[in-house]
């Protein structure tokens, strides 16, 4: 039987970093709001997401750089204890609160426990609905709204817990995935393809790109006939010919048309033509295997519309 994993945690929607910040707790519930709606959340499978051990999270992320987020959180805590509310700037838009480090564990948990749930049978595939998301955050440094990388982490722990040899990335967020990029660079048994509006944040990608990486920088207002293009021209032959066992989505969807944070114009009719294509390719070397992570998408209408449309064709329903 067809089973849709969908992993998230209560602690993803209590990590927040101030009044209007774009990536908000309300993100979650624009996509739990239109699953409902839709009915499509009786076709899958709810599970609580699991905190990443420290083990895992060392895969992809420098040991120091974990224990100085551990040592901020048990400040903010005692801060927000004393003064009622307390955040700490890791860059000038990422920023943690006294949930954070329980959420970003949570996040990096769904990654690890969905690829532990699709590699074993027990499913076919997952989504994780979590927050912080995670393809900025680099080997020893957070940013761009990132704290793990989720993705990353989920890949190390695949290739090192599971020893999978050959292990995909597709990311279509509109930013570039440079975290992901720094930490997977040069790993012979990963493979990663993204495109990206460029020139734009985080401003990388485009110099010394290693051989595993396949970037395809795009000008602003792209439209998603020409991302369907690219797709067929550059990702899907490299995909076929590396044949993953099991293939990673950093799902950001803030090129979509209606969203102000990037001006690429996709619509959710262009997400589900690029997730049946990454799930043909699933079918045909890696019985069928992705995980999926919620990276960006800021306009919260179009973020739950695309959402539906990715999990549609993921869950075949
Ligand atoms: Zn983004």
Same mark, same amino acid.
Request: aromatic content about 8%.
């Given at each position: 039987?067809?089973?849709?994993?969908?992993?998230?945690?209560?602690?993803?929607?209590?990590?927040?970093?101030?009044?209007?910040?774009?990536?908000?707790?309300?993100?979650?519930?624009?996509?739990?709001?239109?699953?409902?709606?839709?009915?499509?959340?009786?076709?899958?499978?709810?599970?609580?997401?699991?905190?990443?051990?420290?083990?895992?999270?060392?895969?992809?992320?420098?040991?120091?750089?974990?224990?100085?987020?551990?040592?901020?959180?048990?400040?903010?805590?005692?801060?927000?204890?004393?003064?009622?509310?307390?955040?700490?700037?890791?860059?000038?838009?990422?920023?943690?609160?006294?949930?954070?480090? &329980?959420?970003?564990?949570? %996040? !990096? $948990?769904?990654?690890?426990?969905?690829? @532990?749930?699709?590699?074993?049978?027990? /499913?076919?595939?997952?989504?994780?609905?979590?927050?912080?998301?995670?393809?900025?955050?680099?080997?020893?440094?957070?940013?761009?709204?990132?704290?793990?990388?989720?993705?990353?982490?989920?890949?190390?722990?695949?290739?090192?817990?599971?020893?999978?040899?050959?292990?995909?990335?597709?990311?279509?967020?509109?930013?570039?995935?440079?975290?992901?990029?720094?930490?997977?660079?040069?790993?012979?048994?990963?493979?990663?393809?993204?495109?990206?509006?460029?020139?734009?944040?985080?401003?990388?990608?485009?110099?010394?790109?290693?051989?595993?990486?396949?970037?395809?920088?795009?000008?602003?207002?792209?439209?998603?006939?020409?991302?369907?293009?690219?797709?067929?021209?550059?990702?899907?032959?490299?995909?076929?010919?590396?044949?993953? &066992?099991?293939?990673?989505? %950093? !799902? $950001?969807?803030?090129?979509?048309?209606? @969203?102000?944070?990037?001006?690429?114009? /996709?619509?959710?009719?262009?997400?589900?033509?690029?997730?049946?294509?990454?799930?043909?390719?699933?079918?045909?070397?890696?019985?069928?295997?992705?995980?999926?992570?919620?990276?960006?998408?800021?306009?919260?209408?179009?973020?739950?519309?695309?959402?539906?449309?990715?999990?549609?064709?993921?869950?075949?329903?």
């Amino acid at each position: 039987m067809h089973k849709t994993g969908y992993y998230t945690h209560p602690e993803c929607r209590r990590h927040e970093m101030g009044a209007g910040h774009p990536e908000c707790p309300e993100r979650l519930d624009a996509i739990q709001e239109r699953l409902l709606m839709s009915g499509l959340d009786i076709g899958l499978t709810a599970i609580e997401a699991p905190a990443a051990s420290f083990d895992d999270l060392a895969l992809a992320h420098d040991v120091d750089y974990i224990d100085h987020l551990r040592l901020t959180s048990h400040c903010l805590i005692e801060d927000q204890a004393a003064t009622g509310t307390a955040y700490a700037h890791m860059d000038p838009d990422t920023a943690m609160n006294s949930h954070t480090w &329980e959420a970003a564990l949570h %996040s !990096a $948990g769904a990654a690890i426990a969905a690829t @532990d749930a699709v590699i074993n049978g027990e /499913l076919a595939n997952a989504f994780c609905a979590v927050r912080p998301p995670g393809h900025h955050a680099m080997r020893r440094k957070a940013m761009g709204f990132c704290f793990f990388n989720n993705v990353a982490v989920a890949v190390k722990h695949a290739i090192h817990q599971h020893g999978l040899k050959r292990v995909a990335v597709v990311d279509f967020d509109v930013h570039h995935g440079n975290g992901t990029e720094d930490i997977l660079a040069n790993d012979e048994h990963v493979l990663m393809v993204s495109f990206f509006q460029h020139p734009f944040y985080p401003y990388s990608g485009t110099e010394k790109q290693a051989s595993n990486m396949v970037n395809i920088p795009v000008p602003a207002y792209t439209r998603g006939m020409d991302v369907r293009d690219l797709v067929e021209n550059y990702w899907v032959p490299r995909l076929e010919e590396f044949k993953p &066992e099991l293939i990673f989505i %950093s !799902a $950001g969807f803030d090129a979509h048309r209606e @969203d102000d944070m990037g001006q690429m114009g /996709l619509t959710e009719q262009d997400y589900a033509w690029i997730t049946q294509r990454i799930c043909d390719i699933a079918k045909r070397h890696g019985k069928g295997r992705i995980v999926s992570c919620l990276e960006g998408g800021y306009a919260l209408s179009a973020l739950g519309r695309s959402v539906e449309a990715h999990i549609r064709v993921l869950a075949d329903l």
